[in-house]
């Protein structure tokens, strides 16, 4: 009896440990990955975006977004391949579980303005 | 008229400060735990690296918003009130929140009073820990929280309302109910849901005391949202987004002999917070009483200061040591 409860706790911390360290890419609904930024390209919602970012983001991804203390860079190639949709995903749901909170309690605008600032970080590249 | 102190030992909640009568505050009182209170807070303000929280403005409820990781808020709490056929009071409390991880918040709160006519008293501390144990957002996200009080019976913080509770048991005298202590452990069930930009928070709350006494319930709802939804283009400090405006309602639900809302106590009011753009948060509410149980109003009022990446100023120690 102790001997399967054992194999069944280790199946279950192992499937979600495999499950946790996929790529959160992955994990994106199709209806989330085609979601469409409502102020894609507005240069005044990029620099409310910087703002935003600068308050939120800026302490862990650094002031540039090339990341910090081994935290992620937001000019990396995944980013810049990533939809819209699927960042907005990304800061909606967090990756608790790999140090990325989510920021569900900030305004779904202020989400996107940051979406729309890190787009022009990558044009800039 | 003069002031007696009497033994602090540690974090017992057995530290008095007896304050004249003739005044609330005096200067002969020495170095009060107000005073205490209030050089923590200014250390604190005059710290580098501050910034916003994402945590709605409620005082009693909890929201699903955790501490974001590394980051270390210093907050000060204060309640004042002045109940029928009791002194006024005001309670502070300082409160040390750590985001551990982005799925584990854990906080420390010390807490004193100061009553009119009668003395300033330290009441005790609390450990609460919050768990975020799903990884993705829902409709409703639930959030498990836990904690540990160890506090005399002369705490007047009213952080939750639970069973019974009345504002008459805080008529007697400090001298009578700071040798009363409490231990308790506390468990909330907390549900939030953010839609459109509000946030919509309900706790369930039960306590029981380490000593053979019934478990007790409570409640405490609240919606927020801010006065606007997208950010400023422009670096502003009265910008409306800067502004949370909402309501709490909370109250006890009797104890496990005697489920229910008869002979409890029941707070509803606003609530509104302003967030300084890198500088703290400032919370205030005014909280009415709905019953003969409750307090006329209770004022709330709270300042925030958030240390952004505390954890880092140890890691970059380890930078310069070489050992990464």
């Not at chain 2, 403005?57 to 980051?71: C, D, I, M, T």
């Not at chain 2, 709160?109 to 009441?123: I, K």
């Not at chain 2, 109250?251 to 489920?259: A, E, H, I």
């Not at chain 2, 909280?287 to 925030?304: M, P």
Request: aromatic residues 10%; contains cysteine.
């Amino acid at each position: 009896m102790k001997l399967r409860f054992a194999t069944l706790s280790i199946l279950l911390l192992s499937s979600t440990l495999v499950l946790a360290s996929s790529s959160w890419l992955s994990k994106v609904p199709k209806a989330d990955r085609a979601r469409v930024n409502p102020y894609a390209g507005n240069a005044e919602a990029a620099a409310a975006g910087k703002l935003i970012f600068e308050d939120n983001c800026a302490k862990c991804h650094g002031d540039d977004a090339e990341g910090r203390h081994g935290r992620p860079s937001l000019r990396s190639e995944r980013v810049a391949h990533a939809t819209d949709g699927e960042l907005a995903w990304i800061l909606r749901n967090g990756q608790a579980f790999h140090g990325m909170p989510s920021w569900s309690s900030l305004p779904e605008q202020q989400r996107w303005q940051i979406i729309t600032y890190l787009r022009t970080l990558l044009t800039d590249r | 008229m003069s002031v007696s102190v009497q033994l602090c030992a540690g974090l017992a909640p057995s530290c008095v400060l007896k304050v004249p009568r003739s005044s609330f505050f005096s200067r002969r009182s020495g170095p009060t735990l107000l005073g205490l209170l209030l050089v923590l807070a200014t250390l604190a303000v005059s710290l580098p690296h501050a910034a916003l929280a994402q945590e709605p403005p409620y005082f009693v409820a909890y929201s699903s918003a955790l501490e974001e990781p590394g980051n270390l808020e210093i907050a000060f709490k204060g309640l004042t009130a002045s109940p029928k056929n009791a002194n006024a009071f005001m309670s502070h409390t300082l409160e040390l929140e750590y985001g551990a991880t982005a799925w584990w918040t854990t906080e420390l709160y010390l807490q004193g009073q100061s009553t009119v006519n009668d003395s300033t008293v330290f009441t005790g501390l609390r450990s609460e820990n919050r768990f975020r144990f799903l990884p993705t957002e829902h409709w409703i996200n639930p959030v498990l929280y836990v904690e540990y009080e160890n506090i005399s019976a002369a705490d007047k913080s009213l952080l939750e309302i639970v069973g019974n509770d009345s504002i008459s048991d805080l008529q007697p005298s400090n001298a009578e109910l700071y040798g009363e202590t409490e231990r308790e452990i506390e468990g909330k069930l907390i549900l939030s849901s953010n839609a459109k930009g509000w946030n919509f928070s309900e706790n369930f709350i039960a306590e029981k005391n380490l000593s053979n006494e019934p478990w007790e319930f409570g409640y405490a709802l609240a919606t927020s949202r801010p006065l606007a939804l997208a950010g400023s283009s422009r670096s502003c400090l009265f910008c409306r987004q800067n502004f949370t405006a909402g309501a709490e309602l909370y109250g006890g639900l009797g104890t496990t002999q005697s489920f229910g809302l008869a002979s409890t106590s029941h707070y509803a009011g606003p609530t509104v917070s302003f967030e300084v753009p890198h500088g703290p948060a400032i919370s205030f509410s005014p909280q009415f009483g709905l019953n003969d149980n409750s307090a006329g109003v209770l004022w709330r009022f709270k300042v925030a200061y958030e240390i952004q990446q505390f954890r880092d100023w140890f890691r970059h120690n380890s930078f310069r040591g070489g050992s990464r």
